[in-house]
């Protein structure tokens, strides 16, 4: 019994071991992460269940001493009224701006990679190691539509089903 318990938990370790990140996208290669701090709105994504029913979603960057993020993410559960949060850490991936390595429940480790960002960190696209992530974040909860049709045509350039994309709202009295 003890030796299958072992050998359970160890293929469970080596499943949440990732060598080398796999972006669907490269990360930009200009980026300030302490520019990048701070409280960024979800506009839009791709469905997960981790989000499933949530409005008003935000995250919101902390920088630590050791060089990686606090990771703070928010948002309003429809259907039991209250608030969800989730603290993770994102740690920087060596060799690559931008990106990091984030776990909200260790060791199972996700990439998060800053896609496209406007010179001005106002607006930023954010993927994964697949097709199944993507965000496109904002300082401010309203964003024009223009913004959200360029962040789509990127989205479906880069091979993600745009169809399934997610307006995120944010109702002001959520904000």
């Known amino acids: 019994m003890k030796q299958c318990l ?4 160890s293929v469970v370790f080596l499943a949440a071991c990732q060598s080398e990140p796999t972006p669907v996208k490269a990360p930009v290669q200009v980026f ?3 520019q990048y701090l701070g409280k960024w709105y979800e506009v839009l994504r791709m469905p997960h269940g981790f989000e499933e029913n949530l409005i008003a979603v935000s995250a919101e960057y902390r920088l630590n001493g050791d060089g990686s993020l606090e ?3 928010r948002g309003w559960h429809v259907n ?3 608030w969800q949060t989730a603290i993770g850490r994102a740690e920087p991936v060596e060799n690559l ?3 990091y390595q984030v776990t909200f429940f260790w060791p199972f480790y996700g990439g998060y990679y ?3 960002l406007d010179p001005d ?3 930023a696209m954010v993927t994964s190691d697949s097709h199944d992530y993507f965000w496109l974040l904002s ?4 964003v024009a539509q223009s913004d959200i049709d360029f962040a789509l045509a990127k989205a479906k350039q880069w091979g993600f089903d745009i169809d399934q994309m997610i307006q995120v709202e944010h109702p002001a009295e959520l904000r």
């Open 139 to 142: 300082r401010t909860p309203a």
């Open 80 to 82: 039991d009224n209250e």
């Open 32 to 34: 300030d992460a302490e």
């Open 71 to 73: 990771v703070t993410n």
């Open 114 to 116: 800053v896609s496209w």
């Open 6 to 9: 072992f050998s359970l938990i």
């Open 121 to 123: 960190y106002q607006l």
């Open 97 to 99: 701006t931008a990106a």
